[in-house]
């Protein structure tokens, strides 16, 4: 091992001497409290990228029963193409080339002012965190992949840095399970067996507590062989979260390293969250990343996402946040996109999608610590899918290179640096007054509509933990009050024995209301509806195990719960409310007194 670290530093130093000199780094500053992206000459601009920025399908592969965009059949050749492309995008006001985009020919295009941001891939092709990180063989081939991208984009000033990887998820369970059957020689289920036995005290029967065992009866038998589940009520969600974090650390310090072997000078920007983050993996990152990424997945159709998302990650880093990816698609489109391969957000026309893409980067933009998003992708996916199956409108232009004008004009039309620079106001939540209740607020409960006609601004309840990782919105009308929550939650069916998961280990939302502190008590989450232990209260629930992270749910409290016949504008309510997730492994508190308003 000792050898093979000397050969890597030795070549890494070597392949540093090449660095251009004159090539001064992207820099992430902070001004009175704003954070941003900062080119060499000093300049502070919002990063507005576009992932898969390439010419499509080849000659070769292309398929007339299945078209996609083919740069081929509309520009003479590559650098034709890049030029065009590249003008495209700095008349629309993007600033940045993506994820999956053609570097290579986008490189001979030198009059472009348009950044470099690549996906590595580093730990997914190589299989971390799966297997080993501390295996030579795993992390020689993390220094070949990042070897072959970063030193022909290096020399680029216009590289920014790197992603190291994209959506991997993290999966908890998984990764406590893929630990324990590795081979005993493993430095990661070394570690693991290490960390279980300093967690219980070296007492077996300590573990017992939390865990069900299969093949191992004692650590010591376990230390060559077995298997562990969540014992259903325990505790044993804390050691594999701790588990989790210590294999966060490893990854990302294990990336920061490898990259900057080969270019000191560009930023790490982390690996892309898919749309969600273990508190833990998120606050492992903080030492070795310079900003925090993470795709975001718009809770609903109108671009809108959760305050608790972004606000969260950036309080557990302490990094500025860059939105790897957002997207919108609509039905109505020139590619003939069926967008029905999954649960993305969808509008029914293109101006809807276009103002979602507003509403989105405006969102953002006002954020402080956010420094860039980018959209996914350049160009529409094929009408009968990609080569998974996806058949998505995300394109800013369709597969017959023509672009999505009402899309790329409200690109145009935003000056997104300058929206960052302006002062930004307070936004209003339920401590000005509880807005009224939709005409239906427990109506159209399925994906991207569940409380999406809800005033989430004036309604959005401040929560009193530190960490949240749920939103509560409340509203109101004369019979009842209404709350709703838009939570992560992490389910997988891994973690037990028997692959079910138990009613005592769901999510739970507890509601205290009124000066006499009704207490009522719901279970949700997958596996069995809703339940509530106040026959008065409807419940509606929406929830998932393994890619479906989210858990939303709304309840009528009705009037008489807080000691009135009916309610009407002027009152004022009191509630506290506590939400669990998944084996209590997350918790978030809210609670005040509220004005009910018109």
Avoid at 165 to 172: A, L, R, Y
Avoid at 286 to 303: E, I, P, T
Wanted: proline share 5%.
């Amino acid at each position: 091992m000792q050898k093979y670290f000397i050969t890597v530093s030795l070549l890494a130093l070597s392949l540093l001497r090449g660095r251009a000199a004159n090539n001064d780094p992207f820099f992430v500053q902070q001004r009175e409290g704003v954070s941003w992206l900062t080119k060499p000459n000093g300049e502070r601009f919002f990063s507005l990228g576009v992932c898969v920025v390439d010419q499509g399908v080849s000659r070769e592969r292309f398929n007339p029963i299945n078209p996609g965009y083919a740069a081929f059949q509309h520009y003479g050749n590559s650098n034709l193409w890049a030029e065009a492309t590249l003008k495209r995008l700095e008349s629309w006001k993007f600033t940045t080339a993506g994820g999956w985009s053609d570097f290579r020919a986008l490189q001979q295009c030198r009059d472009a002012d348009v950044t470099f941001m690549p996906v590595l891939a580093v730990g997914m092709t190589a299989g971390a965190p799966w297997l080993d990180m501390w295996d030579t063989n795993v992390i020689e081939r993390m220094h070949q992949i990042a070897r072959d991208q970063i030193l022909p984009l290096r020399n680029d000033a216009r590289l920014v840095g790197y992603y190291s990887d994209n959506e991997m998820g993290w999966w908890n369970a998984t990764l406590f399970k893929m630990a324990l059957e590795q081979a005993p020689t493993s430095g990661q289920r070394q570690r693991l067996l290490k960390l279980l036995r300093e967690i219980y005290h070296n007492s077996w029967a300590q573990l017992l507590k939390d865990f069900e065992t299969e093949g191992a009866a004692s650590f010591e038998e376990l230390d060559h062989g077995g298997m562990l589940y969540l014992r259903p009520g325990g505790n044993g969600i804390r050691a594999y979260r701790r588990f989790l974090g210590l294999m966060a650390e490893r990854y990302y310090s294990l990336v920061r390293e490898i990259i900057h072997s080969y270019d000191p000078r560009g930023l790490v920007m982390g690996d892309r969250y898919q749309s969600f983050y273990y508190p833990e993996v998120a606050r492992a990152s903080a030492a070795s990343v310079d900003v925090s990424s993470s795709n975001l997945n718009a809770a609903w159709d109108d671009g809108t996402f959760p305050r608790f998302y972004l606000g969260t990650l950036h309080a557990l880093t302490g990094k500025p946040i860059i939105v790897s990816e957002f997207y919108l698609a609509a039905l109505q489109n020139r590619t003939g996109d069926k967008n029905a391969a999954s649960t993305f957000p969808t509008t029914t026309t293109q101006a809807e999608r276009a103002i979602g893409f507003r509403n989105t980067l405006l969102a953002l933009a006002r954020i402080p610590y956010v420094i860039g998003a980018e959209w996914f992708q350049y160009f529409d996916e094929p009408p009968k899918g990609r080569f998974d199956g996806e058949d998505y409108n995300f394109g800013l232009v369709d597969i017959h290179d023509q672009p999505y004008e009402l899309l790329t004009a409200e690109a145009r039309a935003l000056d997104l640096t300058a929206i960052k620079n302006e002062p930004q106001p307070t936004r209003p939540d339920a401590s000005l007054g509880v807005p009224p209740a939709p005409r239906n607020p427990l109506g159209q409960f399925t994906i991207r509509l569940a409380l999406k006609d809800w005033d989430r601004e004036r309604g959005f309840v401040k929560p009193v933990s530190d960490f949240p990782v749920a939103d509560l919105y409340v509203c109101w009308n004369e019979k009842s009050v209404y709350l709703g929550v838009y939570s992560q939650d992490f389910v997988e069916a891994n973690y037990y024995r028997h692959k079910i998961v138990p009613e005592m280990d769901r999510a739970e939302w507890n509601i205290g209301m009124g000066e006499n502190k009704k207490l009522i008590h719901a279970r949700l989450g997958p596996g069995a509806p809703a339940l509530c232990d106040e026959p008065t209260v409807h419940i509606a629930n929406l929830a998932g195990e393994y890619m479906n992270t989210r858990n939303i749910a709304a309840v009528e409290l009705p009037a008489k719960l807080f000691g009135k016949e009916q309610f009407k504008a002027g009152d004022t309510i009191e509630f506290s409310a506590t939400f669990l997730t998944h084996c209590r492994a997350d918790r978030v508190d809210w609670k005040g007194k509220f004005t009910l308003h018109e």
